[in-house]
């Protein structure tokens, strides 16, 4: 299987690069995975295709503002540190800019000088690993001074930090947004719940691989980047009465989709877990849990279009992608969604 099998033509008109101001009136792609049926409907009318007994997993992380643009303490020079994970207290592994000039034993001053970093060592893939230095909250600093980590399709800085959460955000730890959840008000979900579709929290740190191009020929040869979750006994239970009572497990967005099929057993049975997941999802998977998707546009010959054509077919999805594209849908992050069901 190869990479350029899952590309498809995208005018870079139709990448969104703003948020809707009502997170529901954006498009929505219905994909019908036995027919390959295709709808076009607003994303309020994903309620329509979830019936009573289902059970709706969304990821409840929280971006946090990880980009933090510095100096070099030495010769002023402007870095920019990304923060991919925290791995002790003060310790994270970074993505830094630029890179030659970042070595082990390198200082960096954010801000006043309020909050300051040592570079330790080289990571894998030129990552870094930083130790911050401070005094007070890490978070409240961090707050203050960083901003959000919008892809790298995203040409301008977001004035509204709040727009590139969801509405149900609650876990700080990601460095990007789980973005198929950016469609859903509270009302939304209150009329999701009242219909009698129990909604299923789980947690997934989403990491910058995400957005990390596959740059192998053969799929088969792409390494995944390793992403921590966590799925408490509440969520496990209520996915597991769901299967139980025959009513269907409905993922929004792929860091939901990846956890949960990361922990289920061969069975399809959940239990509460915590741990790290490099799981890879392209066709040929046999998917143990997951009866449906809502999810948005993703990048031609990414790992998340694999995921998909997994799901629902290669053909079928690259043939709705086209049709996506000739129906000039808004793409990826701040686009569309679709739901494939």
């Known amino acids: 299987m190869k990479t350029s099998d899952f590309f498809y033509e995208l005018p870079e008109e139709l990448i969104a690069q703003d948020p809707l101001e009502d997170r529901t009136a954006s498009r929505l792609l219905v994909l019908s995975r036995n027919s390959g049926e295709i709808q ?40 920019e540190v990304l923060l991919l994970k925290r791995l002790q207290n003060d310790v994270w592994e970074t993505l830094v800019k630029p890179g030659k000039k970042l070595k082990p034993g390198a200082r960096v001053v954010f801000g006043d000088g309020r909050l300051k970093a040592e570079i330790l060592e080289i990571a894998e893939e030129g990552n870094r690993l930083v130790k911050f230095y401070y005094e007070g909250i890490f978070e409240e600093i961090l707050d203050s001074l960083g ?29 990007a947004a789980p973005t198929a959840g ?69 993922c929004v967005g792929t860091t939901s989709c990846r956890t949960i099929e990361s922990v289920a057993d061969e069975n399809g049975l959940m239990s509460a877990k915590t741990g790290e997941t490099d799981i890879f999802i392209y066709p040929g998977y046999k998917f143990k849990i ?27 999805v690259i043939s709705a992608y086209e049709t996506a594209v000739s129906e000039k849908y808004r793409f990826f992050s701040f686009g569309d969604a679709m739901i494939l069901i």
């Open 147 to 175: 901003e959000m980590p919008l892809p790298p399709y995203i040409t301008h800085k977001l004035e509204d930090k709040e727009m590139y959460q969801t509405v149900y955000a609650k876990f700080n730890g990601s460095a």
């Open 290 to 316: 997951m009866d449906g998707l809502i999810t948005n546009f993703h990048l031609p010959e990414s790992t998340l279009v694999m995921l998909v054509s997994a799901f629902a077919g290669k053909e079928r």
């Open 182 to 250: 950016l469609h859903f008000s509270k009302e939304l979900l209150d009329k999701i719940e009242k219909k009698g579709i129990k909604i299923a929290g789980i947690t997934l740190h989403v990491g910058l691989g995400t957005f990390r191009p596959v740059k192998v020929e053969d799929v088969n040869n792409h390494h995944m980047h390793t992403e921590w979750y966590e799925v408490n006994e509440e969520a496990a239970e209520i996915i597991n009465d769901t299967k139980r009572n025959g009513g269907r497990v409905i």
């Open 40 to 79: 076009h409907k607003v994303f309020s009318d994903v309620i329509d295709y979830l019936n009573e007994g289902d059970c709706l997993v969304i990821n409840n992380t929280r971006v946090i503002p990880a980009r933090l643009i510095g100096a070099k303490e030495d010769t002023g020079a402007k870095v």
